[in-house]
């Protein structure tokens, strides 16, 4: 099995086990990945760039990859796949010979 | 090469071509992942929980998947592993006999 | 003194006493306004959209206030103006003919 | 008039006048606050502290003031009246002798 699919396996298993399917509509994942994100957030707020706790980096990146994986498991969209694709698209928005050493907006380039 | 790596590996080629790294420390990487997150979350907005547009929901669900790899990169956390652990800890948190059916918080239960 | 003026001198005299001026640049102010606004958001998460509680949403919401006060004072906006003249071009990017009763967004109107 | 009330007055006039007022829950304001909080860090992101353009600044800002507002009129609470609270609380979260000069969390003083 693809480490992807074991991933969504045992999030899907730990997700039935206490029968939370009806809450995980795809609007509250949403939702979930941004209470997540912001607690990702926190650890490094005030503080320069490096100095947010590692542990706890750890444990906030893995809730919103965990409601992340979820929400494409919903749309039965394969992480490889769309992140790949989206790579392409955005190799057109942000040619290298444009977007080189800059950090404009592909609007902006 | 296992599936996580292979995104990696073209997430860093993508950032590369382009100069990139000098952007991307932990704190803006964290950033970047929130305003992907906002992203997505505007796609729900107003609507009922299954509403928003699949192929949106597609290219803004890949962006935060593309920055949370990167961030996972930078500390050298290997997804799959960081996923199984947080579960586990929720395991703890939410053992299936109090939790079962209920979307109450752990401190609530 | 006018309302908001008061506010701010409010939060700015807590600052001032904890000597957090230092911390409080534009980019982590934004920061933290993202931070409180996902604290926001959890008192919503896996519920209908009025079973929040009340106490928690005024706390939350006081806190998003205080930030955005505070990143307002920095730029020396006044609250009042900035928010009336954004109400006047929204005016012009949903025109009532066109908006009532949608929800879209104004390029797809 | 105060002035808060004359804020919030222009906003549910603007609402009306489109109908909105049935999109408008507490859940999909909270949702607002956070992609408009969203699109305020986006114009930090890659950038150092200072560098985000104070125009757009404003615009971002002002709609996060705009839900925030419409968000605490659904609650009838009174903005001046809450954070003034929030901040009296903040100040036994965060005593002075403690707190000075510190950017740490008050769980962590």
């Given at each position: 099995?693809?480490?992807?699919?074991?991933?969504i396996?045992?999030?899907?298993?730990?997700?039935?086990?206490?029968?939370?399917?009806?809450?995980?509509?795809?609007?509250d994942?949403?939702?979930?990945?941004?209470?997540?994100?912001?607690?990702?957030?926190?650890?490094?707020?005030?503080?320069?760039?490096?100095?947010?706790?590692?542990?706890?980096?750890?444990?906030?990146?893995?809730?919103?990859?965990?409601?992340a994986?979820?929400?494409?498991?919903?749309?039965?969209?394969?992480?490889?796949?769309?992140?790949?694709?989206?790579?392409?698209?955005?190799?057109?928005?942000?040619?290298?010979?444009?977007?080189k050493?800059?950090?404009?907006k592909?609007?902006?380039?």
């Amino acid at each position: 099995m693809k480490e992807n699919e074991e991933i969504i396996e045992a999030l899907l298993k730990f997700r039935n086990e206490r029968d939370w399917e009806q809450f995980h509509n795809p609007k509250d994942l949403a939702l979930a990945i941004n209470v997540e994100a912001g607690e990702l957030l926190e650890l490094f707020l005030w503080k320069n760039a490096d100095e947010a706790n590692k542990e706890k980096v750890k444990e906030e990146l893995a809730d919103i990859f965990a409601f992340a994986f979820m929400l494409a498991e919903k749309y039965q969209f394969d992480v490889k796949e769309i992140v790949l694709e989206k790579i392409k698209r955005n190799a057109e928005k942000y040619p290298v010979e444009k977007a080189k050493g800059s950090a404009k907006k592909y609007n902006e380039l």
